[in-house]
């Protein structure tokens, strides 16, 4: 047993951030590699995905999921082999999809612990196109979203691993589809490569006139991920009977205090009103784990059809994930950002 | 035909009102009775419903639907008897709901007429319970807001036309039902005569404290028909999984301009994102007309057996109808205004 001589690195949290995060908020540890005990299994990481949503995880303040405590080691989904087993249902050398967290090893009694085939052939993609973003972009764009042929669907971080995927089913619909993303890459990687109908650089300074004018029938959905000065220029935009899934708002993550006025809250409430608009949040695992059979049946046949793509931006090195994250609340990573540990 | 030898009098829009409507914005003319064509029938006005919606169309600014015109008589739901006749399917003395607006007389080839059962013991309801507000109440709360039994629903403006009917239905379903009105009379009212669980009256100095006492485990369902600061009260208290079916904003139609900040267009849709809130406004026509016989039969079996009361305000005098929007806006009604021409 080689690995016993090794140690444990971990990444935990060592302080709240005010505003983004920064480096010092962060801690690496090395600790003992654990034993598991009867019941359990030893699982070595070998992907670690980031995401935004680790954002809120490291504030206190009230969300929909725990903090993570003080000195504890970062959330976060990974992909491990199983190192030992003390598990009737696991063996050394399963693949599995779990949530080890933002260190080398960790230890699991098997819950949510899901095997992956052994064949797979990019494993990280189980943090990605077929784990919680594109099951993210399939349940939100599809039962919230409802997009039908021939509807105008916008979607924010369009080359995000979230928006890629919510844009490319978009297309597969039916329906005309335009992405807003950071920057002429982006921009360029939506259109040429994932085939959306146009991309608009929210960095231009025109951003809101170039939305309108690539949306002229207006916006029947808008899935939405980033909010900020991006929903105010879709705000305007959306027609009657619209759909805003609300899937998440990295331009606020590191908000510290509600921008100046005026106060938009009644105008939102009155645009809903007098447009009909559905605007709900969702948070994927609470609201539809019981259809995620459905999603990966699904996803995995578009792969297969090379009918979606999925970009990954890979950085190496567990002791990158701070600098990793932080770029992410930047939209600095171009495609799924995921940790080679 | 005595009638032709008396006038057509009729309120028209004179001006547009900047904020709350004045008196000055409408104008009562006298015109010559109208006089049927081949298709055609002449309407004589009974009842005419005034409803919140009428201050949007006052406005020429985009909305639902077009504003009235100026020198145009004001809309308004109507229940009328048929008076003259030149249309093969309604004979005189029918009694027929549609939308006459504000006068005495008025024509009409039949479009949205609905023929009133010849023993209807209150012609009226046809304006209220079993017309747009019912209906209205209906709808919003049990397709949007799906209330189930045990949960807490909150209906503001609860003794209104339509937050009448919204409590009573959601005690039927076994909720929790806490109103919100202004003034004591009316919340006594909405929990002894209407038997709602609890009423608060929103011009209580500590009325956010009394609605959270009143909410012990949040809220579901809050069916919006007010804005302002009553929904400032309510958006703490959202539970997750919430529904915010939006009805009407009246606290804002008189507005010229947004409150001062700080800007909490962000706070709200954050909290939609964190508690999974579905949050979605409605026009009870353009959506769900195809249930309204649906709405019809259920509503008028509550009444028969008495689980639904509806109570009426009613004024008289055509002359009396801009004075009793005026007061509708402010809140001045109690039960849903409805003039007898």
Known sequence: MTTNTQSNRRIVLASRPQGAPTAANFQL??????VPAAGQVLLRTEYLSLDPYMRGR?????????????????????VSRVEQSM???FKVGDRV????????????????????????????QALGVLGMPGFTAYMGLLDIGQPKAGETLVVAAASGAVGSVVGQIGKILGCRVVGIAGGADKCGYVT???GFDACIDRRDP????????????????YYEN???????????LLNTGARVPVCGLIAHYNDTELPAGPDRLGLLTRTLLVKRIRMQGFIIFDDYAHRYP?????????????RIQFREDIIDGLEQAPEGLIGLLQGHNFGKLIVRV
Chains 1, 2 share one sequence.
């Open 29 to 34: 540890e090395e600790t003992a590699i654990p």
């Open 206 to 221: 025109d951003f809101a006139a170039q939305l309108a004018s690539a949306c002229p029938n207006g916006i029947d959905v």
């Open 97 to 124: 999809q779990g949530y080890a967290g933002w260190q080398d090893y960790a230890l699991s009694d098997g819950t949510a612990l899901v095997k992956l085939a052994p064949d797979m052939q990019q494993p990280s």
């Open 87 to 89: 598990h009737p249902d």
């Open 192 to 194: 040429d490569e994932l």
């Open 226 to 236: 980033v909010g900020g000065a991006v929903f105010d220029a879709v705000l305007p």
């Open 58 to 78: 490291m504030s206190d303040g009230p969300s929909y999921a725990e903090p993570v405590a003080l000195g504890e080691v970062m959330v976060g989904g990974t």
């Open 294 to 306: 459905e999603f990966f049946t699904q996803m995995n046949q578009w792969l297969q059809d090379g």
